[in-house]
Protein backbone atom coordinates (compact mmCIF):
# COMPACT_ATOMS: atom_id res chain seq x y z
CA UNK A 1 0.00 0.00 0.00
CA UNK A 2 1.41 3.35 -0.57
CA UNK A 3 1.72 6.58 1.38
CA UNK A 4 -2.09 7.90 1.75
CA UNK A 5 -2.95 11.42 0.23
CA UNK A 6 -4.01 14.45 2.06
CA UNK A 7 -7.86 13.83 2.94
CA UNK A 8 -10.27 15.41 0.23
CA UNK A 9 -7.59 16.79 -1.95
CA UNK A 10 -7.79 14.90 -5.73
CA UNK A 11 -11.35 13.05 -6.10
CA UNK A 12 -11.69 10.10 -8.51
CA UNK A 13 -15.28 9.42 -9.71
CA UNK A 14 -16.16 6.03 -11.45
CA UNK A 15 -18.27 6.34 -14.20
CA UNK A 16 -20.22 3.47 -16.27
CA UNK A 17 -22.37 3.99 -19.60
CA UNK A 18 -25.50 3.04 -17.87
CA UNK A 19 -26.70 5.71 -15.64
CA UNK A 20 -25.80 4.95 -12.14
CA UNK A 21 -23.27 7.95 -11.55
CA UNK A 22 -26.00 10.79 -10.49
CA UNK A 23 -25.85 10.51 -7.04
CA UNK A 24 -22.00 10.29 -6.95
CA UNK A 25 -21.85 12.98 -8.96
CA UNK A 26 -23.83 15.35 -7.07
CA UNK A 27 -21.98 14.15 -3.85
CA UNK A 28 -18.85 14.76 -5.81
CA UNK A 29 -19.99 18.52 -6.80
CA UNK A 30 -21.57 18.85 -3.45
CA UNK A 31 -18.09 18.07 -1.45
CA UNK A 32 -16.00 20.28 -4.30
CA UNK A 33 -18.59 23.23 -3.32
CA UNK A 34 -18.26 23.03 0.49
CA UNK A 35 -14.02 22.12 0.19
CA UNK A 36 -13.06 24.56 -3.08
CA UNK A 37 -10.02 24.98 -1.11
CA UNK A 38 -8.28 21.76 -0.63
CA UNK A 39 -9.55 19.87 -3.43
CA UNK A 40 -7.71 20.62 -6.69
CA UNK A 41 -8.61 17.66 -9.42
CA UNK A 42 -12.08 15.93 -9.79
CA UNK A 43 -11.72 12.99 -12.47
CA UNK A 44 -14.40 11.10 -14.17
CA UNK A 45 -12.97 8.30 -14.82
CA UNK A 46 -13.99 5.38 -17.29
CA UNK A 47 -12.93 1.62 -17.88
CA UNK A 48 -13.83 0.15 -20.99
CA UNK A 49 -13.08 -3.78 -20.10
CA UNK A 50 -12.70 -4.19 -24.22
CA UNK A 51 -16.45 -4.49 -24.41
CA UNK A 52 -16.34 -2.54 -27.69
CA UNK A 53 -14.82 -5.33 -29.63
CA UNK A 54 -17.82 -7.71 -27.80
CA UNK A 55 -19.81 -7.49 -31.32
CA UNK A 56 -16.77 -7.24 -34.06
CA UNK A 57 -14.67 -10.01 -33.12
CA UNK A 58 -15.49 -12.09 -35.77
CA UNK A 59 -14.41 -8.94 -38.29
CA UNK A 60 -10.93 -8.71 -37.05
CA UNK A 61 -7.70 -10.88 -36.61
CA UNK A 62 -7.50 -11.78 -33.26
CA UNK A 63 -4.46 -12.74 -32.49
CA UNK A 64 -2.17 -11.38 -29.76
CA UNK A 65 0.33 -9.90 -31.78
CA UNK A 66 -1.93 -7.88 -34.11
CA UNK A 67 -4.89 -7.28 -32.39
CA UNK A 68 -3.84 -4.18 -30.25
CA UNK A 69 -2.53 -2.46 -33.28
CA UNK A 70 -4.39 -3.37 -35.85
CA UNK A 71 -6.50 0.17 -37.44
CA UNK A 72 -9.55 -1.90 -37.00
CA UNK A 73 -9.37 -2.13 -33.36
CA UNK A 74 -8.18 1.43 -32.62
CA UNK A 75 -11.11 2.99 -35.54
CA UNK A 76 -13.63 0.64 -33.31
CA UNK A 77 -12.14 1.97 -29.58
CA UNK A 78 -12.23 5.55 -30.48
CA UNK A 79 -15.69 4.58 -32.31
CA UNK A 80 -16.53 3.32 -28.99
CA UNK A 81 -15.62 6.05 -26.77
CA UNK A 82 -16.93 8.68 -29.00
CA UNK A 83 -20.43 7.64 -29.27
CA UNK A 84 -21.10 5.51 -26.01
CA UNK A 85 -18.45 6.99 -23.38
CA UNK A 86 -17.64 10.58 -23.92
CA UNK A 87 -21.17 11.62 -23.96
CA UNK A 88 -22.17 9.64 -20.89
CA UNK A 89 -18.65 11.43 -19.25
CA UNK A 90 -19.72 15.30 -20.75
CA UNK A 91 -23.29 14.77 -18.91
CA UNK A 92 -21.70 13.66 -15.59
CA UNK A 93 -18.98 16.50 -16.14
CA UNK A 94 -22.33 18.84 -16.15
CA UNK A 95 -24.05 17.80 -13.49
CA UNK A 96 -21.18 18.02 -11.10
CA UNK A 97 -20.06 21.11 -12.66
CA UNK A 98 -24.02 22.64 -12.13
CA UNK A 99 -23.46 22.03 -8.02
CA UNK A 100 -19.78 23.23 -7.79
CA UNK A 101 -19.38 26.13 -10.80
CA UNK A 102 -15.82 26.74 -11.57
CA UNK A 103 -14.17 23.39 -10.05
CA UNK A 104 -11.45 21.48 -12.03
CA UNK A 105 -13.36 18.72 -13.81
CA UNK A 106 -11.50 16.29 -16.24
CA UNK A 107 -11.90 12.58 -17.86
CA UNK A 108 -10.42 9.76 -17.99
CA UNK A 109 -10.94 6.64 -20.41
CA UNK A 110 -8.64 3.83 -19.80
CA UNK A 111 -9.00 -0.55 -20.89
CA UNK A 112 -9.00 -2.62 -18.13
CA UNK A 113 -11.27 -3.72 -15.49
CA UNK A 114 -13.17 -1.36 -13.58
CA UNK A 115 -12.24 -2.27 -10.06
CA UNK A 116 -7.77 -3.21 -10.59
CA UNK A 117 -8.21 -0.02 -13.42
CA UNK A 118 -9.29 2.44 -10.72
CA UNK A 119 -7.08 0.99 -7.67
CA UNK A 120 -4.16 1.12 -10.33
CA UNK A 121 -5.17 4.88 -11.41
CA UNK A 122 -5.19 6.09 -8.10
CA UNK A 123 -2.16 4.93 -6.90
CA UNK A 124 -0.02 6.08 -9.42
CA UNK A 125 -1.85 9.41 -9.44
CA UNK A 126 -1.57 10.17 -5.82
CA UNK A 127 -5.39 10.70 -5.04
CA UNK A 128 -7.00 10.74 -2.33
CA UNK A 129 -10.67 9.69 -2.52
CA UNK A 130 -12.72 7.80 -4.69
CA UNK A 131 -16.78 8.44 -4.67
CA UNK A 132 -18.44 5.18 -5.61
CA UNK A 133 -22.15 4.82 -6.69
CA UNK A 134 -24.06 2.35 -5.04
CA UNK A 135 -26.32 -0.21 -7.04
CA UNK A 136 -29.59 -0.76 -5.46
CA UNK A 137 -30.15 -4.47 -6.74
CA UNK A 138 -32.66 -4.61 -3.45
CA UNK A 139 -35.67 -2.87 -5.01
CA UNK A 140 -36.74 -2.55 -0.95
CA UNK A 141 -33.65 -1.59 0.47
CA UNK A 142 -30.78 -0.78 -1.78
CA UNK A 143 -29.11 -3.48 0.15
CA UNK A 144 -26.31 -4.40 -2.34
CA UNK A 145 -23.46 -2.37 -2.96
CA UNK A 146 -22.26 -3.39 -6.11
CA UNK A 147 -19.20 -5.56 -7.58
CA UNK A 148 -16.92 -3.04 -8.66
CA UNK A 149 -17.45 -1.23 -5.50
CA UNK A 150 -16.64 -4.31 -3.60
CA UNK A 151 -13.73 -4.40 -5.37
CA UNK A 152 -12.46 -1.06 -4.23
CA UNK A 153 -13.31 -1.66 -0.59
CA UNK A 154 -11.19 -4.94 -0.55
CA UNK A 155 -8.57 -3.48 -2.45
CA UNK A 156 -4.70 -2.14 -1.75
CA UNK A 157 -5.73 1.42 -2.40
CA UNK A 158 -4.70 3.75 0.27
CA UNK A 159 -7.50 6.32 -0.47
CA UNK A 160 -10.75 6.58 1.28
CA UNK A 161 -13.91 5.63 -0.50
CA UNK A 162 -17.18 7.57 -0.42
CA UNK A 163 -20.24 6.12 -1.17
CA UNK A 164 -23.73 8.62 -1.35
CA UNK A 165 -26.88 7.27 -0.07
CA UNK A 166 -29.86 6.14 -2.30
CA UNK A 167 -31.86 9.66 -1.02
CA UNK A 168 -28.60 11.76 -2.05
CA UNK A 169 -29.97 14.91 -3.35
CA UNK A 170 -29.02 15.93 -6.88
CA UNK A 171 -30.20 19.77 -6.85
CA UNK A 172 -26.90 20.97 -4.64
CA UNK A 173 -28.58 20.87 -2.02
CA UNK A 174 -26.54 18.80 0.36
CA UNK A 175 -25.23 20.20 3.47
CA UNK A 176 -23.15 18.26 6.21
CA UNK A 177 -24.91 18.85 9.68
CA UNK A 178 -24.46 15.31 11.55
CA UNK A 179 -21.53 13.51 10.97
CA UNK A 180 -21.26 9.83 13.11
CA UNK A 181 -17.55 7.93 13.89
CA UNK A 182 -17.96 4.39 15.66
CA UNK A 183 -14.83 4.51 17.49
CA UNK A 184 -13.24 1.47 18.87
CA UNK A 185 -9.41 2.71 19.79
CA UNK A 186 -8.48 1.53 16.25
CA UNK A 187 -5.92 2.96 13.66
CA UNK A 188 -8.26 2.59 11.06
CA UNK A 189 -11.68 4.61 13.25
CA UNK A 190 -8.98 7.43 14.49
CA UNK A 191 -8.11 7.77 10.90
CA UNK A 192 -12.01 7.78 9.99
CA UNK A 193 -12.12 10.67 12.96
CA UNK A 194 -9.18 12.54 10.92
CA UNK A 195 -10.46 12.98 7.75
CA UNK A 196 -14.02 13.79 9.39
CA UNK A 197 -12.56 16.68 11.13
CA UNK A 198 -11.65 17.86 7.89
CA UNK A 199 -15.33 16.89 6.08
CA UNK A 200 -16.44 19.12 9.59
CA UNK A 201 -14.41 22.16 9.26
CA UNK A 202 -15.16 22.44 5.32
CA UNK A 203 -18.99 22.20 6.67
CA UNK A 204 -18.26 25.00 9.04
CA UNK A 205 -21.43 24.26 11.76
CA UNK A 206 -21.86 20.57 11.50
CA UNK A 207 -22.17 18.85 14.71
CA UNK A 208 -19.90 15.21 15.25
CA UNK A 209 -20.82 12.29 17.47
CA UNK A 210 -18.26 9.79 18.28
CA UNK A 211 -19.70 6.39 19.30
CA UNK A 212 -18.03 3.85 21.04
CA UNK A 213 -20.35 0.41 21.39
CA UNK A 214 -19.88 -2.16 24.26
CA UNK A 215 -21.07 -5.30 22.78
CA UNK A 216 -23.30 -7.08 25.37
CA UNK A 217 -21.05 -10.36 25.04
CA UNK A 218 -18.12 -8.14 26.55
CA UNK A 219 -20.16 -6.63 29.18
CA UNK A 220 -21.32 -9.82 30.96
CA UNK A 221 -17.77 -11.01 30.58
CA UNK A 222 -16.61 -7.90 32.26
CA UNK A 223 -19.47 -7.84 35.16
CA UNK A 224 -18.43 -11.55 35.66
CA UNK A 225 -14.66 -11.46 36.05
CA UNK A 226 -15.03 -8.34 38.39
CA UNK A 227 -13.63 -5.89 35.76
CA UNK A 228 -16.56 -3.79 36.15
CA UNK A 229 -16.56 -0.91 35.43
CA UNK A 230 -13.73 -0.89 33.76
CA UNK A 231 -14.64 -1.71 29.98
CA UNK A 232 -17.24 1.90 30.20
CA UNK A 233 -14.11 3.74 31.35
CA UNK A 234 -12.00 2.43 28.46
CA UNK A 235 -15.20 3.28 25.94
CA UNK A 236 -14.74 6.47 27.44
CA UNK A 237 -10.98 7.24 27.52
CA UNK A 238 -11.08 5.53 23.68
CA UNK A 239 -13.26 8.48 23.08
CA UNK A 240 -11.83 11.32 24.38
CA UNK A 241 -8.92 10.59 22.74
CA UNK A 242 -10.78 10.98 19.34
CA UNK A 243 -11.98 14.34 20.77
CA UNK A 244 -8.55 15.30 21.20
CA UNK A 245 -7.29 14.38 18.07
CA UNK A 246 -10.83 16.54 16.13
CA UNK A 247 -9.94 19.90 18.50
CA UNK A 248 -6.18 19.24 17.69
CA UNK A 249 -7.90 19.58 14.15
CA UNK A 250 -9.77 22.80 15.10
CA UNK A 251 -12.77 21.68 15.66
CA UNK A 252 -15.08 23.55 18.60
CA UNK A 253 -15.43 21.18 21.87
CA UNK A 254 -19.20 21.82 22.03
CA UNK A 255 -19.43 20.80 18.18
CA UNK A 256 -18.91 17.15 19.84
CA UNK A 257 -20.58 14.53 21.39
CA UNK A 258 -19.81 11.44 22.56
CA UNK A 259 -21.80 8.21 23.58
CA UNK A 260 -21.35 4.87 25.07
CA UNK A 261 -24.02 2.52 24.32
CA UNK A 262 -24.56 -1.05 24.91
CA UNK A 263 -25.65 -3.42 22.29
CA UNK A 264 -24.47 -5.08 18.65
CA UNK A 265 -21.98 -2.78 16.78
CA UNK A 266 -23.97 -3.15 13.95
CA UNK A 267 -27.46 -2.56 15.23
CA UNK A 268 -26.60 0.36 17.48
CA UNK A 269 -24.30 2.11 15.04
CA UNK A 270 -27.82 1.74 12.21
CA UNK A 271 -30.19 2.42 15.29
CA UNK A 272 -28.03 5.51 16.33
CA UNK A 273 -28.10 7.28 12.54
CA UNK A 274 -31.46 6.74 12.50
CA UNK A 275 -32.13 8.38 15.80
CA UNK A 276 -29.59 11.43 15.32
CA UNK A 277 -30.43 11.85 11.44
CA UNK A 278 -27.15 12.16 10.72
CA UNK A 279 -25.58 12.82 7.17
CA UNK A 280 -22.91 10.70 6.96
CA UNK A 281 -21.21 7.52 8.47
CA UNK A 282 -17.37 7.59 8.93
CA UNK A 283 -16.17 3.53 9.13
CA UNK A 284 -12.27 3.11 9.52
CA UNK A 285 -10.81 0.29 7.51
CA UNK A 286 -8.85 -2.65 9.26
CA UNK A 287 -5.71 -3.16 8.12
CA UNK A 288 -3.80 -6.73 8.62
CA UNK A 289 0.02 -7.45 8.23
CA UNK A 290 2.37 -8.77 7.05
CA UNK A 291 -0.18 -9.67 4.22
CA UNK A 292 -1.85 -6.12 3.82
CA UNK A 293 -5.17 -7.22 3.56
CA UNK A 294 -7.12 -4.26 4.01
CA UNK A 295 -10.62 -5.23 5.09
CA UNK A 296 -13.89 -3.59 5.81
CA UNK A 297 -14.84 -5.75 8.62
CA UNK A 298 -17.83 -7.49 9.40
CA UNK A 299 -19.75 -4.34 11.36
CA UNK A 300 -18.43 -2.23 8.28
CA UNK A 301 -20.29 -4.80 5.95
CA UNK A 302 -23.11 -4.46 7.83
CA UNK A 303 -23.56 -0.87 8.19
CA UNK A 304 -22.60 -0.54 4.22
CA UNK A 305 -25.53 -3.12 3.47
CA UNK A 306 -28.13 -1.30 6.11
CA UNK A 307 -27.48 2.19 6.08
CA UNK A 308 -28.56 2.36 2.22
CA UNK A 309 -29.91 5.69 2.62
CA UNK A 310 -27.20 7.28 4.68
CA UNK A 311 -23.66 8.74 2.63
CA UNK A 312 -20.88 6.29 4.03
CA UNK A 313 -17.12 7.04 3.99
CA UNK A 314 -14.47 4.24 4.13
CA UNK A 315 -11.27 5.97 5.90
CA UNK A 316 -8.14 3.64 5.12
CA UNK A 317 -5.25 4.33 7.94
CA UNK A 318 -1.96 5.40 7.32
CA UNK A 319 0.63 2.52 6.48
CA UNK A 320 2.74 1.93 9.32
Keep these: MTQKAEPLTKLLLPVDGEGTYKAACAFAGSLASMCSNRISKITLFHAMAGRYLSTHMANIDVRVDTVLESETFKRLKKDFIDKKIRPVLDDAAKTVKNICGNCQVDEEVVDGKPADAIIKFVTENNYSTIIMQRRCMDPVKGKFIGSITSGILYGPAACSVYIPGN ?114 IYIGRTVRHPLTDIIVGSVGRAVLGRCAERTLAVITPEED
Design 167 to 280: DFPLDGTYRVKTILIPIDGSKGSMAAAQEASVLAGCAGDAKVILLNVLDVVDIAKAAESEQWPSPVQEAEATLEEAEKLLVKSGMAADRIEKKVLPGDPADVIVAEAGASNVDI
